[in-house]
């Protein structure tokens, strides 16, 4: 077979990509996370009559134990696959990155298999995050010095 039918036939093979599908997808699915998070965040401030800086911390920390226990539950992944970038964009998927490191390598003991795995696909993330903060702040600083 030649180059060229081989590339023909993988090109017919190719999924389909619906990208305005997904958008919408990835929209409704993380519109829905961030309701939940404000529905939280309401919820703390108005038990423990806190204001909203108090109350943010508390919501986080349980966004974040809810998709790690989904994601331990296996639902998170299953979810992931309808809501595409709804899912591991907000703090739900750092949390799922993490846990789902930690239980691929739990086998391997808890110092060096989940305590040195954990952050494979989160370290990542992290990093990049800084990365990416830092330069955007010092172009947001030259743009405030230049405004």
Not at 51 to 61: H, L, V
Not at 75 to 86: E, M, S
Request: hydrophobic content about 50%.
């Amino acid at each position: 077979m030649n180059t060229s039918k081989y590339n023909q036939i993988a090109e017919d093979l190719k999924p389909q990509k619906y990208v305005g599908k997904h958008c919408l997808s990835a929209f409704i699915y993380g519109g829905i996370i961030g309701i939940i998070g404000q529905g939280l965040l309401e919820f703390y401030m108005m038990i423990f009559d806190i204001n909203e800086k108090e109350a943010t911390p508390m919501m986080i920390i349980t966004i974040v134990l809810i998709a790690a226990i989904l994601t331990g539950l296996g639902i998170y992944d299953r979810l992931g696959k309808k809501a595409g970038a709804g899912t591991f964009i907000p703090i739900t998927g750092f949390a799922n990155s993490m846990t789902s490191s930690a239980l691929e390598a739990k086998s391997e003991g808890l110092v060096t298999g989940i305590g040195a795995n954990m952050f494979k696909l989160g370290g990542t993330v992290i990093t990049f995050g800084i990365v990416a903060s830092f330069f955007l702040g010092g172009i947001r600083y030259v743009i405030s010095l230049i405004w």
